[in-house]
């Protein structure tokens, strides 16, 4: 098993009972959305903002940034990188494995992404084995 991503984390609570995974946007990293939280106003979760893994994006000229996977072009005929988004996909559900480690039932737990961090959380949650409670 690889090691779990690097990740931000905050919590709004004591003991929380629930837990929001939040995948970032292209370029980005995990402390993109972190200044959100209190803004939020909800109690008791623990958000989890991982950092994507940094790789070469053939959109962007093969530049190296942090990518959940690779985008080849924009066109529809291109197939998406399904190697990358796999691998995203289990270092996601390790992720949530972590939490239900750390006592937090799947159907506790949102996964959520913004932009390229929104496609990968779909493609995470969509076809899991347990309910979440939200993408």
């Known amino acids: 098993m690889s090691q779990l991503l690097e990740t931000v984390e905050r919590v709004t609570g004591e003991q929380p009972d629930g837990a929001v995974i939040w995948l970032h946007g ?4 995990g402390n993109d959305f972190v200044p ?31 990518a959940w996977f ?13 190697e990358g988004l ?5 270092e996601v559900t390790r992720l949530i494995q972590r ?21 990968a959380a779909l493609y995470t949650a969509l076809p899991y084995a347990e309910k979440l409670a939200g993408i």
């Open 99 to 119: 939490e239900n480690e750390r006592g937090i039932d799947s159907s506790k737990i949102v996964i959520a992404g913004f932009s390229q961090g929104g496609a």
């Open 26 to 29: 292209l370029g980005a990293d």
């Open 70 to 82: 690779d985008i080849r072009d924009l066109t529809r005929e291109t197939l998406p990188d399904r």
């Open 36 to 66: 959100i939280v209190p803004e939020l106003g909800l109690k008791n979760l623990r958000f989890v903002f991982p950092h994507a893994p940094v790789r070469p994006v053939t959109l962007n000229n093969g530049m190296a940034m942090r």
């Open 86 to 90: 796999d691998q995203t996909a289990a």
